[in-house]
């Protein structure tokens, strides 16, 4: 498999057989088609990460590694370093999605709801963990947090000033 020199999104199908009950697959078919891989979501290793409210992450960018983010509770703003230019990425529980992250691409998470924020990273290594992965870049520009307030707004949920 190539790897990917963009974000990739791919939001999930989830259905709801009886009441109470809502299932999203995360390595069907439809969503490996999408991510044009073969691998599935779970790879080499996988940890939960927790996103306090209020937190606003410094830039980091892995060398070796791809991330595979999915929110499981709350919601976060990803914002990604593309071409000189941040993507904003609204996750939350309520918007199920596995958004990728090839290396190279840098990439922080701010949660300014009043809630915290737990995600799984399913990462893909392509060799070692490497020292400078965890390292903070120097942001080129700020980060435009109106921007992250009024998407998270638009889930109505409480949002820090």
């Known amino acids: 498999m190539a790897i990917k020199n963009k974000v990739e999104i791919v939001p999930l199908t989830c259905i709801n057989p009886t009441q109470g009950l809502e299932i999203c697959p995360l390595d069907t078919d439809k ?14 290793e ?39 230019h941040y993507q904003y990425i609204l996750m939350s529980e309520s918007k199920p999605m596995v958004v990728r992250i090839p290396p190279g691409i840098p990439h ?24 400078r992965d965890y390292r903070p870049l120097r942001k080129p ?11 998270l707004g638009e889930l109505n949920c409480p949002i820090m000033r």
Do not use: W
């Not at 969503?31 to 080499?44: D, I, T």
């Not at 209020?54 to 980091?60: S, Y």
């Open 46 to 84: 996988t940890t939960m990460v927790r996103i306090e409210s209020g937190t606003i992450e410094e830039l980091f960018v892995h060398h070796f590694q791809t991330d595979q983010l999915l929110v499981v509770k709350g919601s976060a703003v990803l914002v990604v370093l593309q071409n000189k």
């Open 141 to 151: 520009f700020p980060f435009d947090l109106g921007l992250v307030r009024a998407m």
């Open 108 to 131: 922080s998470a701010i949660n300014l709801s009043g809630e915290p924020c737990i995600a799984i990273n399913s990462i893909i290594r392509h060799g070692p963990p490497f020292e």
């Open 31 to 44: 969503y490996l088609e999408k991510l044009e891989a073969n691998l599935p979501l779970f790879a080499h």
